[in-house]
């Protein structure tokens, strides 16, 4: 069996990984079947567009003599050759995709027949968050055998060497996240107290602009803002910072909270057995407080953060439970290897 993992700049990603300077769970799982002696071919998506993208994808699809092909989001324009080749039963490869919002059906009916197809051509929809499944499958562009929800977690071993190699007794809460952060909230909550706050993210992200925290970073003894390119602090080094820290941090602009947008740091916190501050987020697949890993902030009131911060600064005996809870939840039900065992199962299933 072949799978080519089809992605957006997925050669880069995996030349990072070589290097050591990329943890393999971005990668979804496909270094894990690697290493389980499947054959994995990594091919980035052409950029090209009209006829000349869809001719082009297709020709780097069917080149490659792959039984499955995997993408780490979905999209569909670069599919469009393989799923018409699919309709008409002229093409046997299997296409397995992780969606991490709800499905887009389009804006008006013409868009809504050209998603329709082009979901038919999916064997395997993965959902990180069960509500983005079920609204999925409520919208009739794909049935529930075409779904299963994914434990992503992140590479255990990578964030154990992080752990030995870090000096843990710090106390200054921290956040690094970059998709759909509110920082304001932040800002306004650590700034009535004492507690020190670290914030890494960058100027730009995809629309968001938080060039804004700059004109704040002299202006709280008790916080460092520290706007960083993509390029300038690797991954390691983000998170063996999150790793000294006492505490991660996620705050996420409620208007879009749509998605599972944070799991990234929840489960990175887990692996650094970190208790969580997050919003609340209905997409989230895991529950902070059911799980005693962390505090869930409802409101987007300034005094409800302080109670949260305060609470687990000064409850450092249920802080570390709480670390350790997470830490056990990442070995038995979110980390990398489950996530590829669970592709492998599907993979499997389809081809029986």
């Avoid at 069996?1 to 070589?18: A, R």
């Avoid at 953060?305 to 039900?333: D, F, P, S, V």
Wanted: glycine fraction near 4%.
């Amino acid at each position: 069996m072949k799978i080519l993992d089809f992605n957006y700049g997925i050669k880069t990603l995996y030349s990072l990984y070589q290097q050591g300077k990329y943890p393999s769970h971005l990668l979804y799982g496909m270094v894990e079947l690697q290493k389980k002696g499947i054959s994995i071919e990594y091919s980035s998506v052409s950029k090209m567009d009209g006829i000349r993208g869809i001719i082009k994808n297709t020709q780097i699809i069917l080149n490659s003599k792959c039984d499955v092909v995997f993408l780490h989001y979905i999209f569909t324009k670069p599919l469009i050759g393989i799923a018409i080749l699919k309709a008409l039963k002229l093409s046997k490869i299997k296409t397995l995709g992780v969606s991490h919002t709800t499905i887009y059906t389009g804006k008006n009916s013409i868009e809504r027949l050209y998603y329709k197809f082009l979901y038919r051509a999916f064997d395997q929809i993965f959902f990180h968050s069960p509500l983005n499944m079920e609204e999925s499958l409520a919208t009739g562009f794909i049935t529930k055998e075409q779904t299963a929800t994914l434990h992503w977690g992140v590479e255990l071993d990578f964030y154990k060497e992080i752990n030995k190699s870090t000096n843990k007794n710090n106390e200054f809460f921290i956040s690094t996240g970059k998709e759909n952060r509110d920082f304001n909230i932040l800002l306004q909550s650590f700034s009535k107290t004492d507690f020190k706050l670290e914030i890494y993210t960058n100027k730009i992200n995809f629309t968001q602009d938080y060039s804004f925290l700059l004109e704040y970073k002299q202006k709280f003894p008790n916080i460092s803002i520290n706007i960083i390119e993509n390029n300038r602090l690797s991954m390691f080094e983000l998170s063996k910072k999150s790793a000294e820290s006492y505490c991660i941090v996620i705050s996420l602009s409620k208007e879009l909270c749509n998605y599972c947008v944070g799991h990234t740091s929840i489960v990175e916190a887990l692996a650094l057995g970190k208790p969580i501050i997050v919003s609340a987020n209905d997409y989230h697949p895991i529950d902070v407080e059911k799980e005693h890993i962390g505090i869930k902030v409802k409101s987007s009131d300034p005094s409800d953060w302080i109670k949260a911060i305060t609470y687990l600064y000064e409850h450092k005996e249920e802080a570390k439970i709480m670390g350790e809870n997470g830490k056990r939840l990442a070995r038995e039900k979110y980390n990398i290897e489950i996530c590829a065992n669970e592709i492998l199962d599907s993979i499997t299933s389809l081809s029986k």
